[in-house]
């Protein structure tokens, strides 16, 4: 799945979004859901007000969406919750955010990876079989893809590439840590 691992704050987040609400998409928390009714959220309030409690989207468009979401259920505490089923129906982007918080047991601050990346292919509502992605998706998760970098800065901390967002690298500056690479530093191997 084409993508891209990011490490960004909030701020850094609504960055990507306010895009995504440009390029006239809208977003879906994926939450367990008490109906097979999903959440659309069409501005950066609804947004900031979903992301207090969920870290992860599915970004839909009209130009890319053809299908609807593929629903399945589960049962928690003789209660019925439903979700929506990855790369089913759709097909849309898929988006991870990472977000910063204070660890309990060291009193740092931490910022988690994210992800953003879409399916070449997706299965049909019925199930029967895969269908290729129409080209709007990949476009628009490139003109997304292309509003990250030119917010961020290109790291390694690791053996992966990750795409470290303005917010977050003045964050570690600042002694916030990558969850995952807690030891490495922004004055380390950064690159434009």
């Known amino acids: 799945m084409p993508g891209l691992q990011l490490y960004q704050t909030e701020s850094d987040e609504l960055e990507l979004v306010k895009v995504a609400f440009e390029e ?8 367990h859901y008490e109906t097979t009714d999903v959440d659309k959220l069409f501005t950066v309030e609804e947004y900031m007000q979903t992301r207090a409690s969920e870290r992860h989207f599915f970004i839909l468009g009209k130009a890319f969406s053809l299908e609807q979401l593929i629903m399945d259920s589960f049962t928690k505490d003789g209660k019925t919750l439903f979700y929506i089923v990855p790369s089913s129906g759709g097909p849309f982007l898929e988006y991870l ?3 910063m918080f204070v660890d309990d047991a060291t009193g740092e601050k931490r910022i988690r990876s994210g ?9 049909a509502v019925d199930l029967s079989r895969k269908k290729s992605s129409p080209p709007e998706l990949e476009l628009t998760y490139k003109r997304l893809a292309q509003s990250v970098k030119a917010q961020s800065t290109r ?31 922004p004055s380390q191997h950064c690159s434009a």
């Open 155 to 185: 790291i390694k901390p690791g053996k992966g590439i990750f795409w470290l967002g303005n917010d977050a690298k003045m964050q570690l500056k600042s002694g916030a840590r990558l969850v995952g690479f807690e030891s490495w530093a």
């Open 97 to 99: 955010g990472g977000g």
């Open 24 to 31: 006239g998409c809208w977003l879906v928390p994926d939450s």
């Open 115 to 123: 992800f953003l990346e879409f399916s070449r292919d997706y299965w």
